[in-house]
T-cell receptor, first 114, second 112 residues
Framework: GAGVSQSPSNKVTEKGKDVELRCDPISGHTALYWYRQSLGQGLEFLIYFQGNSAPDKSGLPSDRFSAERTGGSVSTLTIQRTQQEDSAVYLC????????????FGPGTRLTVT | AQSVTQLGSHVSVSEGALVLLRCNYSSSVPPYLFWYVQYPNQGLQLLLKYTSAATLVKGINGFEAEFKKSETSFHLTKPSAHMSDAAEYFCAVSEGGTALIFGKGTTLSVSS
């Protein structure tokens, strides 16, 4: 079946612009995660959605970052007023029910802020 | 807070040799531990996970890992390396069974 998809695969933006990154989880997966992978920081957790519960935003690095999940499916990660340190690969993962269920990762969106 | 340390950012082995990738964790509660692999230009794939059942966990592609509480370790091994094992490997701990806390990763190179 279809895996987790992310778009765009690559995004180049100018410093100060806003960007939106999209994640389509596996159908039926109620849990969705965003992570960031960068050279200096490795893989970092950003935000977690589980069903209709309030999202766990504890990993968001600043208030410029936000995410939403509409209808319990597609998620959008928005970065406002992008900075060069936001350059990274943004990974989305989904799982069936959260908890210790396997997280399936998408291919990521490579964001470059110039 | 839980954390993971991967010893060695780069490990090189010959084809057919033992693979040993080291991971130590820090946790105040019984941890849930994972190994993921990332092939070039691909997403992360789960190799295996420890969830407090058997301490020796077998995963895909011939990999296994042993949970040692006394050493706070969860090292990944494979008896005989294959060229196709060349990739980046990440150890991770689960914080409350939700978000994953990853180590910095170890790049495995396999030479013929």
């Amino acid at each position: 079946g279809a895996g987790v998809s992310q778009s765009p695969s690559n995004k180049v933006t100018e410093k100060g612009k806003d960007v939106e990154l999209r994640c389509d989880p596996i159908s039926g997966h109620t849990a969705l995660y965003w992570y960031r992978q960068s050279l200096g920081q490795g893989l970092e957790f950003l935000i977690y959605f589980q069903g209709n519960s309030a999202p766990d935003k504890s990993g968001l690095p600043s208030d410029r970052f936000s995410a939403e999940r509409t209808g319990g499916s597609v998620s959008t990660l928005t970065i406002q007023r992008t900075q060069q340190e936001d350059s990274a690969v943004y990974l989305c993962a989904s799982s069936l029910g959260g908890g210790l269920n396997e997280q399936y990762f998408g291919p990521g969106t490579r964001l470059t802020v110039t | 807070a839980q954390s993971v340390t991967q010893l060695g950012s780069h490990v090189s082995v010959s084809e057919g040799a033992l693979v040993l990738l080291r991971c130590n964790y820090s946790s105040s509660v019984p941890p849930y531990l994972f190994w993921y692999v990332q092939y070039p230009n691909q997403g992360l794939q789960l190799l295996l996970k420890y969830t407090s059942a058997a301490t020796l966990v077998k995963g895909i592609n011939g990999f296994e890992a042993e949970f040692k509480k006394s050493e706070t370790s969860f090292h990944l091994t494979k008896p005989s390396a294959h060229m196709s094992d060349a990739a980046e490997y990440f150890c991770a701990v689960s914080e409350g069974g939700t978000a994953l806390i990853f180590g910095k990763g170890t790049t495995l190179s396999v030479s013929s």
